[in-house]
């Protein structure tokens, strides 16, 4: 989208809905609050809400502002996380564990929350254990954001399975994925950057209800469009977000500027 805007803009791509802010910390204030109030009504309805939550650049804003909501029932959030890399130490400047303390579990007090320890010396076991454990919190709301190469968590397009049968595997990261998470600033060089990863699956993900997809930034542009204008396929995972009941995809007019066609046809 080329035109500056003063307020949002609400559009639908198939099952998809789609709200393009002015700027990044307006779309994440955006998926926040609908974040709460969803979070709200299920703590009225369940002892306890299994919330997944996302890392990465994408997720500063809405965590920022989710962690100042006051009224958020965090005593009944039992929280997961996404993925991890394997063999990381929970304190490297990368590891998805820290950044979830530093972001997150550090500044709100949750029932509970389960991280995936990546440094553990049997990656397989704690895959199933993951799985086990989310499989029986039931979650009902995920953040997700979407990679360069259109991967959701870490179902980079060669490992990406829509009838995945597990919930939760080991996968090898391809170069698009690792050179993001240098460019991103979380490694000094490409060497750094693990190439396995213990990630949860696209079906696991597409059984929660509610998605709340947050993607800001120029370096998203290109994904975005991929994301509405492709045939669905494992080619860019993110496609898929287009058959989901109730997923909204947060974007600022950056990651928005290729969208003029795409939104004006809908």
């Not at 254990?129 to 954001?145: I, K, M, N, V, W």
């Not at 994301?227 to 009941?245: G, K, M, N, Q």
Request: glycine share 4%.
């Amino acid at each position: 989208m080329t035109e500056a805007i003063s307020h949002p803009r609400y559009y639908e791509v198939e099952t998809l809905k789609v709200e393009v802010h002015p700027d990044s910390r307006a779309a994440g204030a955006a998926a926040a609050q609908a974040a709460c109030k969803a979070l709200i009504d299920l703590a009225q309805a369940r002892e306890s809400v299994g919330v997944i939550f996302a890392t990465g650049a994408s997720q500063f804003e809405i965590l920022n502002e989710l962690t100042r909501i006051a009224e958020l029932p965090w005593n009944q959030i039992r929280g997961f996380h996404m993925d991890e890399y394997i063999g990381i130490a929970e304190d490297h400047p990368a590891s998805f564990r820290r950044y979830l303390r530093e972001r997150l579990t550090s500044k709100v007090r949750m029932k509970e929350f389960f991280e995936i320890d990546g440094s553990a010396p049997d990656p397989e076991k704690t895959s199933r254990e993951y799985a086990s454990e989310l499989r029986s919190a039931d979650p009902q709301l995920c953040f997700l954001g979407i990679g360069e190469n259109g991967h959701l968590a870490f179902n980079d397009p060669p490992v990406a399975d829509f009838a995945d049968p597990l919930d939760a595997k080991i996968v090898k990261l391809d170069d698009v994925c690792r050179q993001q998470q240098m460019a991103e600033g979380w490694f000094a060089s490409i060497d750094e950057v693990p190439e396995h990863a213990i990630t949860l699956t696209i079906p696991a993900l597409f059984r929660v209800p509610t998605l709340i997809v947050s993607v800001p930034g120029s370096r998203k542009e290109k994904i975005v469009r991929r994301t509405f204008e492709e045939f669905i396929s494992t080619a860019c995972p993110a496609t898929i977000l287009r058959t989901h009941p109730n997923a909204t995809v947060y974007l600022d007019l950056e990651s928005a500027s290729e969208l003029d066609e795409v939104l004006q046809s809908k």
